[in-house]
């Protein structure tokens, strides 16, 4: 028989009094069904706890693996720059030289410019020199 049923048992009857050990299997019968009432409610509290906690593993771990992707796409962004900044340095190291080789060629030009323009104008001396003493 379930508690409550041994309590409907043992309550008198209008027309009879109670006796001592009838009064306190009430009293008994009483203390143990609030003290499962606090139980469930502290089994219901427990429950409510561990729902919580594990709703916050699944989402700490959703947040983990989130995070775990986005490292990876951030190393792998960041190999592709090195790979592009290595390349781009080729191309400047070449741009560089070509640059200087351009440079070179100019300077070379200028001096046989100069290097003509001096012998024209020693020519041009000379010419005149020449006219004047005829």
Do not use: Y
Not at 52 to 63: A, F, I
Request: glycine share 2%.
């Amino acid at each position: 028989m379930s508690s409550c049923a041994w309590a409907a048992c043992l309550r008198p009857l209008p027309s009879f009094t109670l006796g001592p050990f009838q009064e306190l299997l009430l009293e008994f019968e009483s203390a143990m069904q609030r003290r499962e009432q606090e139980l469930q409610l502290r089994a219901n509290d427990m429950s409510k706890v561990v729902l919580t906690h594990e709703l916050k593993v699944k989402l700490l771990n959703k947040e983990l693996q989130a995070l775990r992707e986005a490292g990876a796409q951030a190393t792998e962004r960041l190999q592709k720059a090195e790979t592009e900044q290595v390349e781009l340095e080729r191309k400047l190291r070449g741009h560089a030289q070509e640059l200087q080789d351009l440079e070179a060629v100019k300077d070379a030009r200028i001096k046989e410019l100069e290097g003509k323009l001096h012998s024209a104008q020693l020519a041009r001396r000379r010419a005149e020199d020449s006219c004047r003493r005829k």
